[in-house]
């Protein structure tokens, strides 16, 4: 309501344009995620200062803040998003619904990190701790977005039956290109990280099996899988 109140008195006031659309973000729901406000609110004040050619700004320190604030509303969002599907997981809209929220907070991160240039990472110490939170994050969405799902899809005379999904290998191929490379990225700047390992395949392998064969695709590995999905999975 105060940023409203100084647009009114003057609506080129690029801080009450951004804070105001971090303020929306953080009233979020489940049912109505704005956290993508944060990043139209970003734009439109970068858009402010570049048309009014506003001079006394210092924008490497502005980007730092706002990659700060946005990422703030994505980690919150997307615990909630993943606390949420914990409690809901055996419904299969749970998983659609998970998806989409992880993608919005994807989204919103991957603005975070585009706003730090290569070289205020690597001369600023501020800009570069935040660009390594705002990574970390993103490799464990990508995880998240990534996992194949379990959901209750029926009974029968011994109980629950559960069924597997998993997101589209189409979509799936471009995010681990991604997590690849973030990953790499965290290194630079964290030799101890270790990543959350990422599911590679829309079908479940058999981790085991392969570890022991030392391949996936070796002959006794794909035997086990077709006893997997032909008997072991209809019952």
Known sequence: EYYDKMLELNPDDWEAVYKKGVCAAWQSTLANFRIDETVKASKNAFNIIKILDIKDV???????????DINSVAVAFGNTAMTHYQSYWESQNSATEFWARMQLCIDVDEYAVGLLYKNLVDTNADARSIYSAVLKNLVVYYCEICAIRRYKSGYNQYGAI?????????????????????????????????????????????????????????????TLRRFRDNVLDKT
């Open 58 to 68: 210092n924008i490497d320190q502005i980007k730092i803040k706002m990659a700060r």
């Open 162 to 222: 559960y069924s597997n999904i998993w997101y589209r290998n189409d979509l799936r191929e471009p995010l681990i290109q991604k997590y690849n490379y973030y990953v790499q990225e965290i290194q630079k700047y964290d030799g101890s990280y270790i990543p959350p390992q990422i599911q590679t395949i829309g079908k479940s392998g058999c981790y085991v099996a392969t570890a022991v064969y030392g391949s996936y695709d070796c002959p006794e590995v794909w």
